[in-house]
C-alpha cells in the first residue's frame, strides 16, 4: 500500500494471505497455486490471467464469495479501483476476512482513511496480520502509538514480515528495548530496509565493545546484514559494506560495492569510488564518478573535483567546483576557496570567505581567519577564532593558542593549551608543553611528552628525551642504553645536537672513526662544537693542519676554545702577531676560564713582542 509511507502492498488474494513488501510476486492461496501448477507452460501468463479473470467472474455472479474477493483483489491490483469496490464489498458481506482488507487498501487509496481503518480492524480481528499492520500504520499516522504499538505487535507476533518492522522502527524511535529483536525477525524474513538498519545499530555499537550474539562481534554481525541488504539492492547499504571493507584493506570488493551503489544512484558511493580510482592513480576516472556525484549533489565530490583542478592549476574551475559545493550546502567549499586566494596572494578575498566558512562552524576555517589576523597583528581579533576553533576540536587552533600565549609570557595558559593539543596527537605541542615542564623541573610530565613527541616523529624530542634521560640516569650506561638509542635516531635525523653527542660517546668507546663521523657530520651542518671537538680527535691522531682547519671554522662561528686553540698553535709557531689576534677573539668569546687563560696568554704575548 504506497500510501502508508513504506511501499507496503496489503492486497490478499485470498483467505490468509498477503503479498509481503520485498519485492516478491504476491502469493497465491491453495487452490489458485494448484491451478497456476496445473497451467500449460506455453500459455502465456496474460492468457492465464484472463482465463482466471472469466471463472472469477462466472463464480462472483453465482453467489461465491471466495471468487467475488479474488476477483475485487484482482482488479484492485490492476488499478481499477471502481470495479473492485463491489466485488469486494460482496465478499466483505460474506465474512470474507481478505475481502474486509483489501477493501480497506481501496478505501485508503481514495482517501476515505477512517472508513479504511473500519475494515482493517474487522480484518484483523479475524486474524488477518496484514489488516493488523495496516491498522497499526494508520494510527501511527494518527500519532495514537499505543495503538499502533498494539496493532503492530499482533501482526508481527503473526509473523508478518512488514508489521515486525514497522514495529522495530516504532520502538526505534522510542527508544525502547525489542526494537533490535524485530529488526532482525523482519530481517530474517528478506526485509531489506530492516537489514540496513540492524547493521546500522551494530555498526554504531562497535564503538562501545558491545558484543552481538554469543559469536559475533557487532561489526562482524553488522557486515553480514550489511550484504544482505546490499544483496537485495539496498544502495545504502551497499555504500556502507563498501566503506567497512575499505577499512579493511579489501580494496576490490569494495570497490565494487560502491560501482553498485553509485549505478543505482547513490552519490556518496559514486565519490568514494572516485577516491578509490585515485588512490589507484586513474584519475580521469574517478574525476568521471566524483563529477557524477557532484551533479547530483554530493558537496564531497565537487570539492573532490575542486582539489584536483586546483592540483592542475585549473584555478577557475577549481573555484566553479568549489562553488558548487557550496550550493549542495559543504561549508568546506567557502573554506576552500579561501584557501585558493590565499594562494593567489589575494588575502581579502581570502578572508571573506573563511570568514564565511567560519561563521558556519567550520573550525579550519576559524584557525585560518585566526592564523591571518594574527599575520597582521591583530592578536585581539585573532583570540576569540582561534578559541572557537579550539572548542570545536581543532588540534592546530590549541596549539597556536598556546604560541599565542607563550607570546604573552602566560606561562601556564600557554602550557595547558599546548597539552590540549599533545593529548590530540600535536606532536609540536607535546614538545612545547614538554619545554614548559621542564623549565619548572616537572621532569616526570615532561618524560611522558616527550616519549608521545619523539615517537611521533620529532627530532627535537627525540634528543631532548635522550638528554633528560641521561641527567636521570647519570649517564647512558645507567639508563640501559635509552638515552642512546634516542641520541642515534636524532642523530640519523639530522640534529646536530645529537651528532655531537654519538660522537662523543663513540670516543668514549675508543672508536675513533665512528666519532669523527659523527663530528664531521654535525660539523658540516654548522655545528662549532662539532668542529672543535673533530679538531680535537684529529689532533690527537696528529692531524694538526687538518685540526687547525675545523678549529678555525669553529671560532669564526664564535667557539672560544677553539680561538684559543688556534692561538696556542700559532705561538708554537712563532706567529705572535696571529696568536694575539686568536688569544683577543679567545678573551670575547668566554667562557670566563677560557677569557682568562687568553687574557694571560695575550699579556705574554704583548711582553714578548714589546721586547
Known amino acids: 500500500m504506497a500510501l502508508m509511507g513504506d511501499k507496503a502492498r496489503l492486497l490478499e488474494t485470498g483467505p490468509f494471505v498477503h503479498a509481503p513488501d520485498d519485492g516478491r510476486e504476491s502469493e497465491l492461496p491453495p487452490p489458485a497455486r494448484d491451478a497456476a501448477d496445473a497451467a500449460d507452460a506455453t500459455e502465456s501468463p496474460e492468457a492465464t490471467e484472463a482465463m482466471d479473470e472469466v471463472g472469477h467472474r462466472q463464480a462472483a455472479a453465482a453467489g461465491d464469495p471466495a471468487a467475488a474477493s479474488m476477483l475485487g483483489a484482482m482488479l484492485l491490483r490492476r488499478g481499477d479501483l ?6 469486494l464489498r460482496a465478499a466483505t458481506v460474506a465474512g470474507d476476512r481478505a475481502a474486509a482488507n483489501n477493501l480497506g487498501v481501496l478505501l485508503h487509496q481514495r482517501g476515505y482513511a477512517d472508513e479504511a481503518a473500519g475494515w ?81 545499530i551494530l555498526d554504531e555499537r562497535e564503538a562501545d565493545g558491545t558484543a552481538y550474539g554469543e559469536h559475533a562481534e557487532p561489526r562482524a554481525a553488522a557486515e553480514q546484514w550489511y550484504r544482505q541488504a546490499a544483496a537485495r539492492g539496498h544502495r545504502r547499504a551497499a555504500l556502507h559494506l563498501g566503506t567497512l571493507l575499505e577499512e579493511r584493506g579489501e580494496l576490490k570488493e569494495a570497490g565494487r560495492w560502491y560501482l553498485i551503489a553509485a549505478k543505482d544512484g547513490e552519490p556518496r558511493a559514486a565519490c568514494a569510488l572516485g577516491f578509490l580510482l585515485k588512490d589507484a592513480g586513474d584519475e580521469e576516472s574517478a574525476a568521471e564518478w566524483w563529477r557524477r556525484a557532484a551533479q547530483d549533489g554530493d558537496g564531497n565530490a565537487a570539492n573532490a573535483l575542486g582539489a584536483l583542478h586546483a ?40 578572508e571573506q570567505w573563511y570568514r564565511r566558512a567560519a561563521y558556519a562552524g567550520h573550525r579550519e576555517a576559524s584557525n585560518a581567519l585566526a592564523v591571518l589576523l594574527l599575520q597582521r597583528g591583530d592578536a585581539s581579533g585573532a583570540e576569540p577564532w582561534f578559541s572557537k576553533a579550539a572548542e570545536a ?47 619548572d623541573g616537572e ?13 611521533g616523529g620529532s627530532t627535537e624530542a627525540a634528543y631532548r628525551l635522550a638528554a633528560l634521560l641521561d641527567r636521570e640516569a647519570s649517564g647512558p650506561e645507567e639508563s640501559g642504553g635509552e638515552s642512546e638509542e634516542w641520541y642515534e635516531r636524532a642523530a640519523g635525523q639530522g640534529h646536530r645536537g645529537a651528532q655531537v653527542r654519538m660522537g662523543m660517546l663513540a670516543a668514549s668507546k675508543g672508536d675513533a672513526v665512528a666519532a669523527a663521523d659523527w663530528y664531521r657530520a654535525a660539523a658540516e651542518a654548522g655545528s662549532r662544537n662539532a668542529a672543535f671537538n673533530l679538531g680535537l ?3 690527537r691522531e696528529g692531524s694538526l693542519p687538518e685540526a687547525a682547519l675545523w678549529w678555525t671554522r669553529a671560532a669564526e662561528a664564535g667557539h672560544g676554545r677553539a680561538a684559543l686553540r688556534l692561538a696556542l698553535l700559532a705561538a708554537r709557531r712563532g706567529a705572535l702577531a696571529e696568536s694575539e689576534r686568536w688569544c683577543t677573539r679567545a678573551v670575547e ?21 714589546s721586547a
Open 443 to 455: 621532569w616526570q610530565d615532561a618524560e611522558r611528552h616527550l616519549r608521545a613527541a619523539a615517537e
Open 589 to 609: 668569546l668566554g667562557p670566563p676560564e677560557v677569557t682568562q687563560r687568553a687574557a694571560r696568554l695575550r699579556d705574554a704575548l704583548k711582553e714578548e713582542l
Open 311 to 350: 592540483d592542475r592549476g585549473e584555478l577557475q574551475t577549481a573555484e566553479r567546483w568549489y562553488r558548487a559545493a557550496l550550493e549542495a550546502g559543504d561549508v568546506n567549499g567557502a573554506y576552500n576557496i579561501g584557501l585558493l586566494c590565499a594562494q593567489q596572494g589575494r588575502d581579502g578575498r581570502s
Open 120 to 200: 482493517w480492524r474487522i480484518a484483523a480481528v479475524a486474524g488477518s496480520a496484514a489488516a493488523a499492520h495496516a491498522l497499526g500504520r494508520h494510527y501511527r499516522e494518527r500519532g495514537d502509538e499505543p495503538a499502533a504499538e498494539y496493532w503492530l505487535r499482533q501482526a508481527a507476533e503473526s509473523g508478518h514480515c512488514l508489521g515486525a518492522y514497522a514495529l522495530a522502527d516504532l520502538l526505534d524511535h522510542r527508544g525502547e528495548e525489542g526494537a533490535e529483536q524485530w529488526f532482525v525477525a523482519a530481517a530474517e524474513r528478506g526485509h531489506r530496509e530492516a537489514a540496513y538498519r540492524l547493521a546500522r
Open 537 to 539: 680527535l684529529l689532533a
Open 82 to 87: 471502481d470495479g473492485a469496490e463491489p466485488c
Open 393 to 439: 576540536g581543532s588540534v592546530d587552533a590549541a596549539f597556536n593558542l598556546g604560541i599565542l600565549h607563550a607570546g604573552r609570557g602566560a606561562e601556564r595558559t600557554s602550557r595547558r593549551w599546548y597539552e590540549r593539543a599533545a593529548e590530540a596527537g600535536h606532536t609540536e605541542a607535546a614538545l612545547q608543553a614538554a619545554l614548559s615542564l621542564l623549565r
